[in-house]
Nanobody, 116 residues
């Protein structure tokens, strides 16, 4: 079974930046699309950014212009560069296949906490 292992989260002040990494256990070309998702306390998990096999990216309106998704084929890694972070970005961040109905199991995610 393919594994997605997230890392790079932490505590940052509002306005700061973080870069999340997602190590994939197989070639990222194996997937039509990979997405970063997040789940805040008491809220449903939501997608924030996706990248498809052709390198086309899309971001949710809530993060557009602040978050950038990128893939490194050689490293089988997908990154999420997060800039101008806001307290409302606080959540556990996950990466997995997109759309989420194709997800077989979720990893542990990485916690991002943005202080005001």
């Amino acid at each position: 079974q393919v594994q997605f292992v997230e890392s790079g989260g932490g505590l940052v002040q509002a306005g700061g930046s973080l870069r999340l990494s997602c190590a994939v256990s197989s070639s990222i070309f194996s997937f039509n699309a990979i997405g970063w998702y997040r789940q805040a306390p008491g809220k449903q998990r939501e997608w924030v950014a996706i990248i498809d096999r052709g390198g086309i990216t899309k971001s949710a309106d809530s993060v557009k212009g602040r978050f950038t998704i990128a893939g490194d084929v050689a490293e089988n890694t997908v990154y999420l560069q997060m800039d101008t972070l806001k307290p409302e970005d606080t959540a556990v961040y996950y990466c997995n296949v997109f759309p989420d109905y194709r997800v077989r199991s979720w990893g542990q995610g990485t916690q991002v906490t943005v202080s005001s």
